[in-house]
């Protein structure tokens, strides 16, 4: 069988100065905790190795370069290749990734054996792209990130077939379902997901539903397990839902945080049990009625 456990290695904040070194030492001290729990694969949340820096109008290039990665792995994250190697643990991992002069909201997977399986640079960029002082704090995704060139993305790991959404993806159901049709046993999600959303400060209340309510759609209409993982916590002054969860194909939640901080979720997964659901009522050879959907890809 295909069964091995699986976690959400959840961060609490991550301040604006603190070194990447400081954050990787937080990591590795979660993938200590996963070889103790007998884990083969974690989930680190989006842009997991610096603060949410969209909150912030950042004029600077120079500053606003801090918080990207030149390149993957890299001497900062070296310690935490390393570690989860040794550990024989394969992991997803979110960063801002500089690519050239071009700017991605970025996240690879990693096998056991350290080799990076897959890279999927975000596509839902939310928020604005000019600053917008009336806010009180920015979600700049639109101006630091281009949207993703590499489409969506399902790879052979662990034993199956394993995709990446990033934070905002995980709310349209297309994203889901491009992974679906690839036949994704296990989705990767990380997110920053701020609890105030200016815009409809009457949602504040709903982030959470609205969090589980997408990953576990997202689950059940694909068939697939899901691994949302939180940047959570009181960031910077910015309040970041937690929630971190491990969900089944049938859209059970599984496995949920119990706090805002570094915590490991962990549930067996059974990737044979994809089968409950894409054998039967999303078996899209036989249910599915494609050419019916055009307006899907309309503008
Ligand atoms: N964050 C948020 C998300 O989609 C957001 C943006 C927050 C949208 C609250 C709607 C409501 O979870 C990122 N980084 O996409």
Redesign the pocket.
């Known amino acids: 069988s295909r069964r091995f456990i699986a976690a959400a290695a959840q961060l609490g904040p991550i301040g604006r100065d603190e070194p990447r070194a400081s954050v990787v030492t937080r990591m590795i001290a979660l993938v200590d905790e996963g070889r103790r729990r007998g884990v083969r694969f974690m989930v680190f949340p989006?842009?997991a190795l610096t603060t949410?820096f969209?909150r912030w109008f950042i004029a600077d290039p120079a500053e606003l370069d801090r918080f990207y990665e030149r390149s993957m792995p890299n001497p900062d994250v070296a310690p935490l290749f390393e570690a989860a190697r040794a550990a024989g643990i394969g992991f997803h991992l979110g960063y801002a990734e500089l690519d050239g002069t071009t700017r991605y909201?970025t996240a690879i997977i990693v096998d056991e054996a350290g080799t990076i399986v897959s890279k999927y640079r975000?596509i839902?960029?939310?928020?604005h792209r000019e600053h917008e002082p009336e806010r009180p704090f920015q979600?700049l995704?639109k101006r630091y990130f281009e949207r993703g060139d590499l489409g969506f993305v399902v790879a052979d790991a662990f034993g199956g077939k394993v995709g990446t959404l990033?934070?905002?993806?995980?709310?349209w159901p297309e994203a889901f379902r491009s992974l679906g049709l690839q036949g994704v046993e296990l989705v990767a999600a990380g997110?920053?997901?701020?609890r105030h959303?200016p815009l409809?400060p009457e949602?504040d209340r709903l982030?959470d539903f609205?969090?589980h309510l997408s990953l576990q759609a997202g689950a059940y209409q694909n068939g697939t397990y899901v691994i949302g993982t939180a940047k959570a916590g009181v960031e910077e002054g910015c309040e970041l839902i937690g929630g971190s969860c491990i969900v089944a194909p049938t859209g059970e939640i599984v496995s949920v945080a119990q706090t805002l901080g570094d915590e490991l979720v962990t549930a067996e997964v059974d990737l044979d049990r994809c089968r409950e659901i894409k054998a039967n009522i999303f078996n899209f050879a036989l249910h599915r009625e494609p050419d019916t959907y055009g307006l899907l890809t309309a503008p």
Do not use: M, S, V
Not at 166 to 171: K, L, T
């Open positions: 989006e842009l949410f969209p909201n975000k839902h960029l939310p928020g979600h995704e990033i934070c905002n993806d995980r709310r997110y920053n997901t701020p959303y409809a949602h982030q609205h969090n």
